[in-house]
């Protein structure tokens, strides 16, 4: 059974730079085909796509955010790290983590609220 | 990279069949067949619904069916049912080797 689950601040500053992890199980992220990506719906509005990291570190990133994002592997533990920097209130928005098979998303975390707010 | 273009609603009634239309480019939908359609319930995650333009997972019901003509994809729903009523999104891969989603459509059952 593949779950997973978002954790991070539920609050951050304006310019303050946001860590959020995704912690896996049910997959390995050292599978040939699969990955991790990251979604993120401001309240009321559609999906973004934001970036995905593949089991062989392969690393792609939405082409607006891209110098704002980073995304980051940790296969022992079962983790995937997501930092966006310098925050702004338009970036409050329910973030998803989401297990990839070549960019399809069968399998999504419960999201996590994150509000950018002074 | 702009979101893909979707209509902000489309309605039916109990039984017929609908059809949610994702109008895109060269640069994504037209350009490879890496099509991908969600729904997404009011309060909850996405759910995968069709991938690879045409294909459907396991267990999601043969009356979702996606295709594509040029630039644009298409989900059609038939034999429209009460629990059908939800958000759906198309997202599709990208020249930028990233992806995109669409705007959103609201699946209205009369």
């Known amino acids: 059974q593949i779950t997973l689950k978002e954790s991070g601040p539920t609050l951050v500053k304006p310019t303050q730079t946001l860590t959020l992890t995704c912690t896996f199980s049910?997959?390995?992220?050292?599978?040939?085909?699969?990955?991790v990506g990251w979604i993120r719906q401001p309240p009321g509005k559609a999906l973004e796509w934001l970036a995905l990291?593949?089991?062989?570190?392969?690393?792609r990133y939405s082409p607006s955010l891209k110098s704002r994002l980073t995304i980051t592997k940790d296969t022992s533990k079962n983790q995937v790290v997501l930092t966006m920097t310098n925050m702004d209130p338009v970036d409050t928005a329910t973030y998803y983590c989401?297990?990839?098979?070549?960019?399809?998303?069968?399998?999504w975390g419960q999201g996590t609220l994150v509000t950018v707010s002074s | 990279q702009s979101a893909l273009t979707q209509p902000a609603s489309v309605s039916g009634s109990p039984g017929q069949s609908i059809t949610i239309s994702c109008t895109g480019t060269?640069?994504?939908?037209?350009?490879?067949?890496?099509v991908s359609w969600y729904q997404q319930h009011p309060g909850k995650a996405p759910k995968l619904m069709i991938y690879?333009?045409?294909n459907r997972p396991s267990g999601v019901s043969n009356r979702f069916s996606g295709s594509k003509s040029g630039n644009t994809a298409s989900l059609t729903i038939s034999g429209l049912q009460a629990e059908d009523e939800a958000d759906y999104y198309c997202?599709?891969?990208?020249?930028?080797?990233?992806?995109?989603f669409g705007t959103g459509t609201k699946v209205t059952v009369l």
């Open positions: 989401a297990h990839s098979t070549y960019g399809d998303y069968g399998y």
């Open positions: 049910g997959f390995s992220l050292s599978t040939s085909g699969v990955g």
């Open positions: 990291i593949y089991w062989n570190d392969d690393k």
């Open positions: 060269s640069s994504d939908v037209g350009g490879y067949n890496y």
């Open positions: 690879d333009v045409s």
């Open positions: 997202s599709s891969y990208t020249s930028s080797s990233s992806y995109v």
